[in-house]
């Protein structure tokens, strides 16, 4: 029997499904000009300086996710939560408390990585260069803001200029000056590509702020209410907090730990082969998008089968382009690979095993987003904290005997494991069924849901 969806759930998923194609463009758009940074640093830079790049990038995007103190994930949940309950200044109260927040919080991130480099560096001889680690510390604040602008533009409904400045103009400038300098005979070093990489995200910071001004979007800063603000939300705040830190070290700890135990040149190789098997997930993270907002929305306005019914239609959109693209990296790996250099295509087999672990992501659908936005973030710090803590430990026993492809495994495993567990937490706690599966629960709510 076919299932029927009332016309206002119809247009509610073409409307949707619309943003999402242009949120889908966009992220294609970004994915390849990410790449095409990547590639172009790896084929215009040493392989160590490449190293240098990338234990750095992987070092700021943490950081940079400390500094946003949760409040990305925070403002998907108290925008919708202050509009719901009829308080909208509430609403920007949140906007500008976070961005304050978020602005001190990475300046002393930054001042303290740069103090602590100095005095290591004045105190004790080293056998390699640290510049790279301030070119992360002053990556930390841009990269920060530029999350948090991107989920609060997202939350008052913008698409365009929540995505377009960071996720084009941005990418599209990074490549672009890197060969113009190479073409002038200038060769980044590590510590110049962050910098570079920082400056150019500042400027397209600056474009959206203006560009938010001018469409009446709420981008200020405001240390007015901030000390309420945070006596009232600081409790969730710190989960989401400690939940975006550990997800972010999920993604990024491994580089980093292959940089500091087997050399940047290895940290080179399997940073590659990590972004590489990224994008599998770009569907999914472009849906996501555009239906955390309308995931959170109908959440708290109690009706659980719109709910169900959006969560459901995103995690078979992106599972689909997930199988799709694992079964081309199964079998064309090595030669995409070899896009960055002929030594890259050796980590064929690295991809294979981490694009596995996307491909159990992308079929458990957007737990992440249920468990951050319906009051389960406690439980998802202590899931995922758990299972990234005994991981790293795990990858850090295993790499002086089986090498990348042993952190790899380890990479696989732990991501089958946590996103099992946050699905299942989901459908028994939340109520919605994140994952492929969620569909067949869409005829029972419906009855209920429908008059008879």
Not at 325 to 353: K, N, Q, R, W
Not at 405 to 411: M, P, T, Y
Request: glycine share 10%; aromatic share 10%.
């Amino acid at each position: 029997m076919r299932l029927s969806i009332p016309s206002d759930l119809s247009a509610l998923l073409r409307r949707g499904f619309w943003r999402a194609g242009a949120s889908l463009g966009i992220k294609v758009a970004t994915a390849g000009l990410t790449y095409l940074t990547f590639v172009v640093l790896a084929r215009t830079m040493t392989q160590a300086e490449y190293g240098h790049f990338a234990f750095g990038l992987a070092l700021a995007t943490v950081l940079a996710v400390a500094a946003a103190f949760g409040q990305p994930n925070a403002i998907l949940r108290f925008w919708s939560e202050s509009q719901a309950a009829g308080r909208p200044q509430d609403a920007l109260q949140a906007v500008r408390s976070g961005t304050t927040l978020i602005g001190l919080a990475a300046l002393a991130i930054t001042a303290l990585l740069s103090i602590v480099v100095f005095v290591v560096t004045g105190t004790v001889t080293l056998t390699d260069t640290t510049t790279h680690f301030y070119g992360a510390a002053f990556l930390v604040l841009p990269m920060a803001l530029a999350e948090f602008n991107s989920a609060a533009l997202r939350a008052q409904g913008s698409l365009w200029t929540a995505l377009l400045p960071r996720d084009i103009l941005w990418r599209l400038a990074m490549p672009a000056a890197t060969i113009a300098l190479f073409a002038l005979g200038i060769v980044l070093s590590g510590a110049d590509a962050l910098a570079l990489y920082s400056g150019l995200l500042f400027g397209t910071l600056a474009l959206q702020y203006g560009l938010a001004r001018r469409r009446g979007y709420e981008l200020r800063a405001g240390w007015a209410g901030t000390a309420q603000y945070w006596r009232e939300r600081g409790g969730i705040s710190r989960w989401l907090l400690l939940g975006a830190l550990i997800e972010s070290a999920a993604l990024n700890a491994d580089v980093v730990l292959v940089g500091l135990m087997a050399g940047l040149e290895s940290s080179a190789l399997y940073f590659n082969a990590l972004r590489t098997a990224g994008l599998m997930t770009l569907i999914s993270y472009a849906i996501v998008l555009v239906m955390a907002p309308v995931i959170t929305r109908h959440y708290y306005a109690g009706d659980r089968f719109k709910t169900q019914l959006v969560t459901a239609a995103g995690a078979w959109g992106g599972f689909v382009f997930a199988v799709c693209t694992f079964g081309l990296f199964v079998l064309f790996g090595s030669p995409i690979l070899s896009l960055f250099g002929p030594v890259y295509g050796d980590a064929h087999l690295i991809l294979v095993l981490l694009s596995a672990g996307l491909l159990i992501d992308a079929a458990t659908g957007p737990t992440l987003t249920l468990m951050t936005t319906t009051g389960q973030e406690r439980v998802f710090v202590y899931a995922l904290g758990a299972i990234t803590l005994a991981s790293l430990v795990v990858q850090a026993l295993i790499l002086p005997a089986y090498g990348l492809l042993g952190v790899a495994a380890v990479n696989m495993i732990a991501r089958l494991v946590s996103q099992v567990f946050m699905a299942l937490w989901c459908i028994a706690k939340v109520g919605v069924d994140p994952t492929i599966f969620g569909v067949l629960r869409l005829r029972g709510m419906n009855r209920h849901a429908q008059p008879q």
